[in-house]
């Protein structure tokens, strides 16, 4: 069965730190993964998935099967970045499994 | 573009009632998926619908029933409502299944509370 664990509920960094968000899976096929974002009092939203292998607003992610993780880097946090973060991961069969979460706080 | 929207944005019900929640998908999506949050959970998927059929279903009960319609917008129906049925119900609508550039697009949710 496929399980996508996010470890920290909460994280505060200071602005300008770098910042590093959790995100371990389980699946037995091969994962697709994305990480959402939610802003305040807006949706949910795709901030970046794996096979674009891009940068969106600074934020990385790097997929490693050798360790089943998927975490989501920023070298320099900004105030704008507070947010819920949700790590996921796509079956074949076009849903998405969401982790419970990270609330990123950046203290100004 | 309006995005995807939904309707109700809060609905309050009693344990027992049926509730019918309605998502309008992005014009030109013909995917139509439904997520159940609780507080302080990650989304957790219920339904999936392509072309008016059922594509996925999730770990939930037979209460829990949905369809989509012509026109891809789809409903959430709800029977017999516990207070554990109290949550944030997303739906997310995508172009295809089962493409690598397919992205799900969310709505802002219905707030349901089962009192």
């Known amino acids: 069965a496929q399980r996508v664990t996010q470890p920290e509920k909460l994280l505060s960094v200071f602005k300008g730190a770098p910042v590093e968000l959790k995100c371990n899976y389980s699946?037995?096929?091969?994962?697709?993964l994305f990480w959402y974002v939610q802003y305040s009092r807006q949706r949910l939203q795709l901030l970046l998935r794996?096979?674009s292998r891009e940068s969106i607003k600074g934020f990385t992610a790097d997929l490693n099967k050798g360790e089943t993780s998927f975490h989501l880097k920023k070298p320099f946090a900004q105030e704008e970045d507070s947010a819920m973060y949700y790590c996921?991961?796509?079956?074949?069969?076009?849903?998405?499994?969401f982790g419970t979460g990270t609330r990123l706080t950046v203290i100004p | 573009d309006a995005g995807v929207t939904q309707s109700p944005t809060h609905l309050i019900k009693t344990r027992g009632q049926h509730v019918t929640l309605r998502c309008s998908p992005i014009?030109?999506?013909?995917?139509v998926s439904w997520y159940q949050q609780v507080l302080g959970q990650g989304p957790q998927f219920i339904f999936q619908?392509?072309?008016?059929?059922?594509?996925g279903r999730g770990n939930f009960p037979d209460r829990f029933s949905a369809r989509q319609f012509p026109n891809y917008s789809s409903e959430l129906n709800v029977n017999a409502l516990l207070l554990g049925d109290s949550a944030l119900y997303l739906c997310?609508?995508?172009?295809?299944?089962?493409?690598?550039?397919?992205?799900?697009?969310f709505g802002a949710g219905t707030r349901l509370s089962v009192l």
């Open positions: 794996h096979i």
């Open positions: 699946y037995s096929g091969s994962p697709e």
């Open positions: 997310a609508s995508s172009p295809e299944l089962g493409s690598a550039k397919n992205i799900q697009y």
């Open positions: 014009s030109g999506h013909k995917s």
């Open positions: 619908y392509y072309e008016k059929e059922e594509r």
């Open positions: 996921a991961l796509r079956t074949g069969a076009n849903n998405l499994f």
